[in-house]
């Protein structure tokens, strides 16, 4: 059972499956974009060519998330990794402390980063629960004198995702939207930050997109690189220093097929179907289980066991053999993980829980 082509599902949690059609398009220009003579590799990020990639790029974003003209779109590198001690460092002159939401390892991670640089006020934490749920957005301790509040929207590892926007009591709300952005509709306007490594339901690795409301600048420390510099970028339309030109090129592709789709709502309505489809099973079975409640399940990303967790390497390598790949769960957490971003098809979705009943037929 495998895609066409030869193609695997491939429920990698990233660097993950790009759209097909997209992979297609880019081969059919690797060598010759357009007739310039030249792969998109090969381009200056000054050229005319590259300008004009970069620019339809930037726009279709815009117009398939809605962002607000107040907001810098910006193509940086060094991952989200480097967006938690960038974030700090752009936001927080003049202020002591931040607010963090600690909702699992990305979290976590993006709490000790920030660490270095000023006091990190966790305002909840869904430790208690082994980050199996979201605290109760009424018991939060938000600080009010902080720089910001910071949040995790889809936790890529726990499988955790918030269904709403938290309430910053009037503070800039930041938010890593590494696994999620793009998956279902955001109301930009309502956070200071957004970022999202891109590997995951964007394009290839290498680039990071920082959404940025310009109120914001200015309050940077002097000693942040230039390069990440959220003002400084903004100034430079991204190319202050050369930008990730090829997975520019390649998000791209993956904005235009989004608005063939029919955009956000379209392939929001797509990604909620898939996810239901994979929890009803996960949950009309005594064999298999997840572990998050209910109501913080994430779209994206769905981990899961067998049992009691003793036949998982024997569901993995079946799983392999059947053309469904990388389900293997966080090294972290171990049991299975699915990670069904936009560009897992349906069908490997229908392809998993075919595999999943069978499996489970045989082992009971
Ligand atoms: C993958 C991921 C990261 C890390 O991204 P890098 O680009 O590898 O630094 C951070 N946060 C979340 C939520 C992720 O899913």
Redesign the pocket.
């Given at each position: 059972m495998t895609a066409v082509n030869g193609r695997v599902f491939n429920f990698s949690a990233?660097p993950a499956a790009l759209p097909e059609v997209v992979l297609q398009q880019a081969a059919d220009e690797m060598t010759n974009w357009r007739g310039c003579g030249a792969g998109v590799m090969e381009l200056s990020h000054r050229s005319r060519e590259f300008v004009s990639i970069a620019e339809q790029a930037e726009a279709d974003l815009r117009e398939l998330l809605g962002v607000p003209d107040n907001y810098s779109v910006l193509f940086l590198q060094g991952?989200?990794?480097?967006q938690f001690g960038f974030v700090p460092l752009n936001l927080s002159r003049g202020f002591a402390d931040a607010n963090y939401v600690n909702t699992g390892q990305?979290s976590k991670k993006a709490i000790t980063q920030a660490s270095n640089y000023l006091n990190v006020h966790v305002a909840a934490t869904g430790e208690e629960s082994g980050f199996c749920h979201i605290p109760d957005e009424s018991a939060w301790s938000v600080n009010p004198d902080a720089a910001y509040l910071h949040y995790?929207p889809?936790?890529?590892i726990g499988g955790v995702e918030f269904g709403f926007v938290p309430d910053s009591a009037g503070l800039p709300l930041v938010a890593?939207m590494?696994?999620t952005l793009l998956s279902r509709p955001v109301d930009v306007s309502r956070f200071g930050v957004i970022y999202a490594?891109a590997?995951?339901n964007i394009g290839p690795s290498g680039l990071?997109v920082v959404i940025v409301n310009r109120d914001l600048f200015g309050r940077a420390h002097d000693i942040l690189p230039d390069a990440f510099n959220y003002e400084s970028q903004d100034k430079a339309g991204s190319m202050l220093n050369t930008p990730p030109t090829y997975s520019w090129y390649i998000a791209g592709l993956v904005f235009n097929w989004l608005k063939s789709l029919g955009g956000i709502d379209a392939i929001a309505a797509i990604n909620e179907r898939k996810a239901n489809k994979l929890y009803d099973v996960i949950d009309g079975s005594d064999y298999y289980s997840n572990p998050v409640k209910k109501d913080c399940r994430s779209w994206m990303n769905i981990p899961f066991i067998c049992g009691d967790g003793s036949a998982d390497d024997a569901f993995l390598s079946g799983a392999t053999e059947a053309g469904l790949h990388t389900l293997k769960g966080h090294r972290s957490v171990g049991g299975m993980r699915a990670s069904i971003y936009n560009a897992m098809p349906e069908e490997g979705v229908d392809a998993l829980i075919s595999y999943m009943q069978e499996f489970e037929r045989t082992r009971t």
């Open positions: 990233g991952g989200a990794t480097g990305w995790t889809n936790e890529t890593d590494s696994s490594g590997q995951k990071t």
